[in-house]
């Protein structure tokens, strides 16, 4: 992916998110893939948790990196051109969440009204908005980043309601 973006010169801050984000996301997506051995043990929102607390530190991690790499629209373009080629983008973490969610729905640990995928894309909006607000106003602007990580996954409200 970074030689698909790569201009005339070496280095720059394309090169910089390029480089962080091959080094962060293999393990943010292993993350989510682990998340298929959790099937059916302990309690969900338990097994989100920490997802949610991983998701919170990467986009941490990678969104401040992000900004200085768009300056351009032409840069712009080719980054979105070589993660549709690699299949990196959005889809290569919501399919695994989402996974997770539709195997426990079947368990009847997810409540059957809940879509899998919708509530993925749910609980990673949730962690690239914390570590925006974060990165932008600053860590004491809201809840802490654990406390934010128990809103989201609370606030899905996945598991059935038994009465």
């Known amino acids: 992916m970074a030689l698909s973006l790569r201009e005339d010169r070496t280095g720059g801050s394309v090169d910089h998110f390029l480089a962080l984000l091959q080094d962060r996301l293999p393990l943010w997506l292993s993350i989510l ?30 969104q401040g990196a992000a900004l200085p790499a768009f300056t351009s629209p032409n840069v712009t373009v080719r980054f979105r051109e070589a993660v549709r080629e690699t299949g990196l983008g959005p889809p290569a973490e919501i399919a695994p ?26 609980l990673l909006a949730g962690c690239f908005h914390r ?14 980043r654990a406390d934010s990580a128990e809103e989201i996954v609370r606030e899905l409200r996945l598991e059935p309601v038994h009465a």
């Open 33 to 62: 893939h682990n998340l298929s051995h959790r099937i059916g043990r302990g309690q969900v929102s338990d097994n989100l948790l920490p997802v949610a607390r991983a998701g919170i530190d990467y986009y941490l991690e990678v």
């Open 97 to 122: 969440l989402a996974a997770y969610l539709a195997a426990e729905q079947e368990l009847g640990r997810v409540a059957p009204d809940v879509d899998p995928e919708a509530s993925a894309r749910l």
């Open 131 to 144: 570590a925006y607000i974060e990165m932008f106003v600053g860590a004491d602007a809201g809840p802490t």
